[in-house]
Structure formats: structure tokens, C-alpha cells
Nanobody
């Protein structure tokens, strides 16, 4: 099974920035599409962003467009989520997810991913 480990979460003031990283084990990581989701207490897990194996295709939730950027470095088996202009509403546990195939145009469904990391907490204060 593929193992995913997120890092880079923390506490930041509104308007600040954080960069999350997701490192994957296995030589086949470069062939996997990767996505980021987030979940606040008492709420459903929601889609944030995804990227294809080459990084040539990306898609973002409307709530983060223009503020977040997803990218990947296949040589390092790592996917990143650069988060700028953070808002208190961005506070959540952020999860990295992976799948071996693209199954939709946007890959925004939780059920479209087979592998998940443990999550990293992001807290934005006002």
C-alpha cells in the first residue's frame, strides 16, 4: 500500500502563508494523481485541490482559487500546497490523498481516492 505523510501545518495569523508537503513511499508515486482535502470539526471532508501526475492539470475549489497553489516534484515523491492570504475559515485538518488513475475531470470526490495521509492541522487566527 502507498503511504502518505503530510507536514507543514501550524498556527498563522489571518493574511499569512503556509506551505504543506505530502511525501509518498513507493516507486510508483509519480504515476498517481494527488489531491488535498480539509475537514473542520463537525463538518464533512471537503475538496481543496488536485494535480495530475505530471502537474500539467490542476483544479481548485472556488473557496481557495487565487490563494492556494498545488504543485509536485516527482523526483522527490512530494506534493505541495502553498497557501497564501489565509483566512480563519481555512482552519481545518488538511489531508493528502492519492489515486492511481484520474476518474473524473476535477477529482473532487472523497471516494475517488484510494490512499490518505494522517492529516496536518492548520489554524488561522483572527
Amino acid at each position: 500500500q502507498v503511504q502518505l505523510v503530510e507536514s507543514g501545518g501550524g498556527l498563522v495569523q489571518a493574511g499569512g502563508s503556509l506551505r504543506l508537503s505530502c511525501a509518498a513511499s513507493g516507486r510508483t508515486f509519480s504515476t498517481y494523481t494527488k489531491g488535498w482535502f480539509r475537514q473542520a470539526p463537525g463538518k464533512e471532508r471537503e475538496f481543496v485541490a488536485f494535480t495530475s501526475w505530471s502537474g500539467g492539470t490542476t483544479y481548485y475549489a472556488d473557496s481557495v482559487k487565487g490563494r492556494f497553489t498545488i504543485s509536485r516534484d516527482n523526483a522527490k515523491n512530494t506534493v505541495y500546497l502553498q497557501m497564501n492570504s489565509l483566512k480563519p475559515e481555512d482552519t481545518a485538518v488538511y489531508y493528502c490523498a492519492a489515486n492511481s488513475r484520474i476518474t473524473s475531470a476535477t477529482m473532487r470526490g472523497v471516494g475517488e481516492y484510494d490512499y490518505w495521509g494522517q492529516g496536518t492541522q492548520v489554524t488561522v487566527s483572527s
